[in-house]
């Protein structure tokens, strides 16, 4: 794996590696090399098969995290690309030239978190959520519990508890609540 | 005997041809529950399900032809069971002939398809997509049992020179050895084969069963169209076995050999059906187009000679 | 063609490209749904609205209950031969299939499946309800012969359940469609879903098995209700 690292980091602006386990590395690269990279990895280094694509909500530094995962059917390894974009006016280079199924995901990140992938086919179409006209709902901005309390009648008198503490406080009454429990509580 | 006597008869065996086709229908169920282990419905659930389904208060309409659909369907049944001896009693006129007379096997042949396409135009017209394709492919199953069946009558016709089955009945008195089951055995062969897909049970029951995604002709029917529906199925049911009874095992001379009989006839299919798993249509339509019709064609060929 | 002519042509084009993007950001309604001109075969130009022409747009009317005895008998034949439509929305749906094996076997009760909503009087909502089914089964509830019940399987259909706070699915059922029998439980073992079955037997039998007629004469109210989640409302207001 380190060699393939080494070998693409002369032809791509890698800005991190990481090393998970011998079968799976993660690298992080530009916007803009992305999908260059994982057309290069396509093509000539047999990481022909498209796993998955996610996103990842960094609220705090305003930004998206994208994740292309390939696997290498020959090598049985796994290969993760991944990108940062702005989350104001969210865009990303369309990959669905690559892949067919490329188009699902991208739909369901346009939906889910509002990203946009120009020229990618049947990307505006509702994905899951039929008629969502709100804030994207995977956004961490968006409070579903707000939501659903202003939108689908909650009916009174409905009483909540967090499961850890009720579990404790009914098993062990007796038992004072310490700082490391208080620390999984949260 | 006065012609509203005749009627009064023919009305009253009406009614007893319902009811034994509604008992046969829950006993088929209930046999079929057991065998899977359950307890199944009660005895007297179809009853029920006429009732509510008369009860339904809401109906929907789709044209004409709707309508006539399961009135159709109902007139295949009754008029199936019009121009059919029921009971043998040595005269023509009898009590239970009912309005059969010379010929009237070819009524009968005719009356099988009518209720058939009955429900091809009221389901036509309920313009559900899935209705047409229930009856096309019902239609092509239909034909391919109807043409070993078809043979087989002219066999059995062409042997006693008549189209009367009341006449046919009478040549099979004196005895099981008269029965066309041991005079004319390839054409009662093919009766006996080509039966099962008559009487729409499992294997051949791919048109019409409720858990196919296609539920076939009746998707669109509710409330009392379909109770008009259950009520034809069930004569039908009856009516093809007393076909059966009368073309192949010698007809019945009384009330209760006819339900002996047409009990052992419909449980022939019933237990065919519980052994082996529902035909697609296509392989239903070959296994009607390879044993049954070669025997047809023998039974005919053996006759015309 | 000059080049003024093209130009024209171009502009025209881009219009109503736009004109047609901004239609397709307010109305969820299919291309093929919108209300527009045709010509029809005989060359004449008519005007369709195909969700109208091809559904009933009329509301529900109340249908009065026979009297005294007949209705009284003719509700114990509905008790007891009870249709239940096929269609499972959560993952209650899996308590379904247990009933009709020989350990439940909810057949000898009266009670059978039926593959199409025409013929079937309960409708078993299994469990979480998204909105987008929830649109199904408006549509589904509404093609249902009257008298017709829903048995409400699951805490989730009662006040959420585990998806309380989710954007995707509602709260309370009742606000939707009227509900005969409630289910509680998380999920509910067959057995309750029987008990739910003796009860709705018990209340028809008594003939409180009328909710066809409240959802008919609170039909605005519920409707409102459908239409305040549903925002992609794309079908006639009442199809049948």
């Known amino acids: 794996m380190k060699e393939l690292i080494n070998k693409l980091s002369k032809d791509f602006n890698i800005t991190d590696a990481v090393y998970q386990r011998p079968s799976l590395t993660f690298v992080t690269v530009p916007k803009g090399v992305a999908i260059s990279l994982v057309t290069d990895l396509r093509d000539y280094e047999g990481y022909s098969h498209f796993v998955m694509m996610s996103c990842v909500d960094w609220i705090e530094e305003g930004k998206f995290q994208l994740l292309y995962l390939l696997h290498n059917p020959e090598t049985k390894t796994d290969i993760g690309v991944k990108t940062f974009i702005d989350r104001e006016n969210a865009e990303m280079a369309s990959a669905h030239h690559l892949w067919k199924q490329v188009w699902t995901y991208q739909r369901e990140l346009k939906e889910a978190f509002g990203i946009d992938f120009p020229g990618s086919p049947r990307v505006d179409e509702d994905f899951v959520v039929e008629g969502w006209v709100e804030m994207p709902h995977m956004r961490r901005d968006f409070d579903t519990k707000e939501y659903s309390e202003n939108t689908y009648f909650p009916r009174p008198g409905r009483e909540t508890n967090d499961p850890a503490t009720y579990m404790r406080k009914k098993l062990y009454p007796n038992e004072p609540i310490t700082a490391k429990k208080q620390d999984n509580d949260k | 005997m006065t012609i509203y006597a005749k009627l009064g008869y023919t009305l009253l065996g009406l009614f007893i041809v319902l009811n034994w086709g509604f008992l046969m229908g829950a006993t088929f169920r209930k046999i079929g529950a057991r065998l899977a282990g359950r307890y199944g419905i009660p005895f007297y659930q179809p009853w029920l399900n006429l009732l509510k389904n008369i009860s339904i208060r809401t109906t929907i309409t789709h044209g004409i032809m709707y309508y006539i659909g399961p009135v159709f369907r109902l007139t295949g049944g009754v008029g199936l069971f019009l121009f059919m001896p029921m009971v043998f009693t040595g005269s023509p006129n009898g009590l239970w002939t009912n309005f059969s007379f010379e010929g009237d096997l070819i009524l009968i042949l005719y009356f099988q398809v009518f209720g058939m396409l009955g429900m091809a135009l009221g389901a036509g017209q309920g313009g559900h997509p899935y209705s047409a394709m229930g009856i096309a492919r019902g239609l092509a199953q239909h034909a391919a049992v109807e043409l070993p069946l078809t043979l087989a009558f002219l066999s059995i016709a062409i042997q006693f020179d008549t189209f009367s089955v009341y006449k046919i009945v009478e040549a099979q008195q004196g005895g099981f050895e008269n029965w066309i089951l041991f005079t004319n055995p390839f054409a009662a062969a093919t009766i006996i084969l080509a039966m099962l897909g008559a009487m729409g049970h499992s294997p051949f029951n791919l048109v019409k069963a409720p858990n196919e995604i296609l539920i076939g002709p009746a998707t669109e029917f509710e409330g009392t169209y379909l109770g008009f529906m259950q009520s034809a199925g069930s004569i039908l049911h009856v009516m093809e076995a007393v076909l059966f009874m009368n073309l192949v095992f010698g007809g019945a001379n009384s009330w209760i050999e006819l339900i002996v009989k047409t009990f052992l006839i419909y449980f022939w299919s019933v237990f065919v059906g519980m052994v082996f798993p529902r035909f697609k249509i296509e392989q239903s339509v070959t296994w009607f187009f390879k044993v049954p019709l070669l025997l047809g064609f023998l039974a005919i060929i053996i006759y015309s000679l | ?240």
């Open chain 3, 1 to 240: 063609m000059s080049e003024k002519d093209m130009n024209d042509k171009v502009n025209e084009m881009l219009q109503r490209s736009e004109t047609n993007v901004k239609k397709a950001e307010k109305t969820f309604i299919h291309p093929e749904d919108e209300e527009r001109e045709v010509v029809a075969p005989d060359g004449s130009i008519i005007k369709i609205n195909p969700i109208y022409d091809y559904f009933s747009n009329e509301k529900p009317t109340e249908e009065k209950p026979c009297s005294g005895v007949i209705e009284k008998f003719l509700n114990w034949a509905r008790a007891e031969s009870i249709w239940v439509l096929g269609f499972g929305t959560g993952c209650g749906s899996i308590e379904i299939p247990p009933l009709v094996t020989p350990r439940f076997d909810m057949f000898r009760f009266g009670v059978q499946m039926r593959p199409t909503p025409r013929q079937s009087n309960a409708f078993i909502i299994s469990g979480y309800l998204s909105v987008k089914t929830l649109k199904r089964v408006i549509r589904t509830y509404e093609q249902m012969p009257s008298p017709k019940y829903i048995l409400a399987l699951g805490s989730c259909t009662i006040n959420g359940g585990m998806y309380y706070d989710s954007y995707s699915t509602i709260n309370r059922l009742d606000k939707y469609i009227p509900v005969d029998v409630y289910i509680a439980g998380c999920m509910p073992r067959p057995e309750a879903l029987l008990a739910g079955f003796m009860k709705l037997k018990e209340l028809i039998k008594e003939g409180k098995g009328e909710k066809a007629n409240e959802y008919a004469r609170n039909f605005d109210e519920y409707k409102a209700n459908q239409k305040k989640i549903i925002k992609d409302w794309n079908m006639p207001d009442y199809n049948w």
